[in-house]
């Protein structure tokens, strides 16, 4: 089945760094690639999608394109804020088995 | 208005007790799926229910039943509770199955086993 790796650990960064999260994908076909954020206390919310090859999902200034070559979509955000502090979860259509199959997460930490 | 909701937030029980977490979406999903969220925030799916029909049941001990008595319901019934459930569980929905449309969750059910 299509499975998805992030990197290893928590992120934690001051307000206003710059934020990359990786995550490498193993897929047949050709399938919807999705980040997906969780705020503390609360359950998973869709973040940003990409559907095909060179797409760029984009929302509250975080951006991940769809790389085919590299199969990846890391997530990136130019300037954190305190606010994004939360667990980031990478996801792929897994259409075989009918279903989303996600990555481990990160844990995003920014500090003022 | 919730999209998701499921009750209850919290569960404090002992080991070997049996409880249920219900679930509810009001979005006119045709699918929806339980998950388990571990300490380490490991995310789980444990069944999926589409239009009633189990779709997904993946190897979770037989203790834990769903049940979907519509396709805007689904429960979680768990026998003999063990220290090992102590979790988060996520309800989810999405429009179909398949894997290709934007899941929606609950806020999630904390169950502690002691």
């Known amino acids: 089945g299509n499975s998805v790796t992030q990197m290893e650990g928590p992120v934690t960064l001051s307000e206003e760094a710059f934020l990359t999260i990786n995550c490498t994908y193993t897929a047949t076909g050709y399938p919807s690639l999705f980040w997906y954020v969780q705020y503390p206390g609360e359950g998973l919310q869709l973040l940003l999608k990409a559907t095909k090859a060179d797409d760029k999902g984009s929302n509250k200034g975080f951006e991940a394109t769809y790389r085919k070559e590299t199969t990846s979509f890391h997530l990136e955000k130019g300037s954190v804020q305190v606010s994004d502090s939360a667990v980031y979860f990478c996801?792929?259509?897994?259409?075989?088995?009918?279903?989303?199959?996600f990555g481990k997460g990160n844990q995003v930490v920014v500090i003022p | 208005d919730t999209a998701v909701s499921q009750t209850p937030k919290y569960l404090v029980t002992q080991m070997g007790n049996d409880k249920s977490i219900k679930c509810e979406q009001n979005?006119?999903?045709?699918?929806m799926y339980w998950y388990k969220q571990d300490s380490k925030k490991f995310l789980k799916i444990m069944f999926s229910?589409?239009?009633?029909?189990?779709?997904i049941n993946e190897t979770v001990p037989n203790r834990f039943s769903p049940k979907s008595p519509d396709k805007a319901h689904l429960n979680l019934h768990i026998n003999s509770l063990e220290l090992g459930d102590s979790a988060v569980y996520f309800c989810a929905s999405s429009h179909r199955s398949g894997g290709d449309g934007e899941l929606f969750f609950g806020e999630g059910s904390r169950l502690t086993v002691l």
């Open positions: 229910y589409n239009n009633k029909e189990l779709i």
């Open positions: 979005l006119g999903h045709d699918t």
């Open positions: 996801a792929l259509s897994d259409y075989g088995n009918n279903r989303l199959a």
